[in-house]
Structures are given as structure tokens and as C-alpha cells.
């Protein structure tokens, strides 16, 4: 029972929201992409690292809203549905996607990659790649995007705790949402580096601030 449903639409969204605004601003202070004249589709090197730096927010954003005032007033269920939901939810995990573009239109900006750096991508990558076949395998990509928040029959589940969801609850975070941090080691690409740091930083934000306050609600003392 949410006592206070108005207080806690907003609880703890002023360091979510407002900390990745502030992580965005010192982002776009650490690249200077004025002089990169590469495009791709007719897009310039800044305008995509823009995109880059922009889809977190608004992802994020927007899961904020839906999943709160799922809880407070299923105001997702009186309108669109889960099902609209979660359409707009992957088009926006496919929306982060563009930030590979940077890498090609960036490249070798830090420094000049070769195989020492293609070899320590691939390493990097596993961890990531394993976390995405266990979420499809054990977790479900519904649940990985908020359905506990719709469905109470999650209530009553336990945690998963096969795959890799064995050696950590958060391989999520830990280790999927570190998957553009391969791409930059493999480019060399300083701005794909500033955006893989904003991204995994800004998802813990949403994490501390946004996810586990739900839990709290959703799962109660389980």
C-alpha cells in the first residue's frame, strides 16, 4: 500500500533524473567533435554522439513514469496497456543501439586500436553477452522490462538465481549495460568511451533511485 502516491511518483527522482542531467552536461564537456567532418546517413560525428547521450535520458524517463504511475494509479492499464508499453520500451533499447554509429564515426580518436584492443573487446563482450542469454533463458525480456509492475503474480517469485543471475542479482546492470564499453576499447573512440561511462553510470542512478524504491512495493519482504 502506497500511503503518500504522489510523494512517491517523484521519491528520489531529483538524483536520478537530475544526476544524469549533470553526468550529460560534464559528457559533452570531455568530447570536442566540432572538427570531426565523418557522417553517417547525412549525420555528423556530434549530432550522433547527441543521440547517444540523449536515448539513456529519455529511456530512462520514461520508465520512471510508466512504472510509477503503474504502481500508484495503473494509469499504464487504463490507457495503453502493457503491450504499448513494451513496444515503446525496446524501440528505445533499439534506439540505444545508434551509439555503435559513433564508434565508426569516431574511430580511432583515443588512440589507434589493434589487436591488443580487439582481443580485450572480446573479453569484455562475454560477461555481457552471457547476462543477455540467461535474461532470455531464465529471466524473460518482459520481466527484464518492468512487468512486476503490471502482473502481480511476480509478487509471490523469487529472484532468479541461474545462469549468471547466480553470481550476482544485478547482472543487468553489472554486465549487459557494460557491453558499449567493448565497442569504445575495440574503437578507440573517445566519445563511445564517454558515453559507455555516462550510460552505465546513469543506469545505476535508475537503479538506486527509481528500481529498487518499487521493489520495495512490488516485493515487499520477499
Known amino acids: 500500500m502506497i500511503e503518500n502516491k504522489l510523494s512517491f511518483f517523484f521519491k528520489r527522482q531529483i538524483w536520478h533524473l537530475g544526476g544524469t542531467?549533470?553526468?550529460?552536461?560534464?559528457?559533452?564537456?570531455?568530447?570536442?567533435?566540432?572538427?570531426?567532418?565523418?557522417?553517417?546517413?547525412?549525420?555528423?560525428?556530434?549530432?550522433?554522439?547527441m543521440i547517444a547521450m540523449s536515448v539513456p535520458i529519455i529511456h530512462q524517463a520514461y520508465v520512471w513514469i510508466c512504472w510509477r504511475s503503474e504502481l500508484c494509479w495503473q494509469s499504464i492499464s487504463n490507457t495503453i496497456g502493457f503491450k504499448g508499453y513494451v513496444i515503446l520500451f525496446f524501440i528505445l533499447i533499439i534506439l540505444r543501439l545508434s551509439a555503435i554509429v559513433l564508434c565508426f564515426v569516431d574511430y580511432g580518436s583515443l588512440y589507434k586500436p589493434g589487436w591488443?584492443?580487439?582481443?580485450?573487446?572480446?573479453?569484455?563482450?562475454?560477461?555481457?553477452?552471457?547476462?543477455?542469454?540467461?535474461?532470455?533463458?531464465?529471466?524473460?525480456?518482459?520481466?527484464?522490462?518492468?512487468?512486476?509492475?503490471?502482473?502481480?503474480?511476480?509478487?509471490?517469485?523469487?529472484?532468479?538465481?541461474?545462469?549468471?543471475?547466480?553470481?550476482?542479482?544485478?547482472?543487468?546492470y553489472t554486465f549487459a549495460i557494460g557491453i558499449p564499453f567493448t565497442f569504445a576499447v575495440a574503437t578507440g573512440s573517445q566519445s563511445m568511451f564517454v558515453v559507455a561511462i555516462y550510460t552505465y553510470i546513469s543506469v545505476w542512478l535508475h537503479y538506486f533511485c527509481t528500481e529498487r524504491e518499487d521493489f520495495k512495493i512490488i516485493y515487499g519482504n520477499n
Open 21 to 49: 542531467i549533470v553526468l550529460f552536461y560534464i559528457g559533452a564537456q570531455l568530447v570536442d567533435l566540432d572538427s570531426n567532418t565523418k557522417t553517417f546517413l547525412g549525420i555528423s560525428a556530434l549530432s550522433w554522439f
Open 116 to 172: 591488443l584492443a580487439w582481443i580485450l573487446s572480446i573479453i569484455l563482450f562475454i560477461p555481457g553477452a552471457y547476462t543477455m542469454y540467461s535474461v532470455k533463458k531464465y529471466f524473460g525480456f518482459l520481466r527484464a522490462a518492468g512487468a512486476d509492475h503490471f502482473d502481480l503474480k511476480y509478487k509471490d517469485m523469487s529472484f532468479e538465481k541461474r545462469g549468471i543471475f547466480k553470481w550476482t542479482p544485478n547482472a543487468m
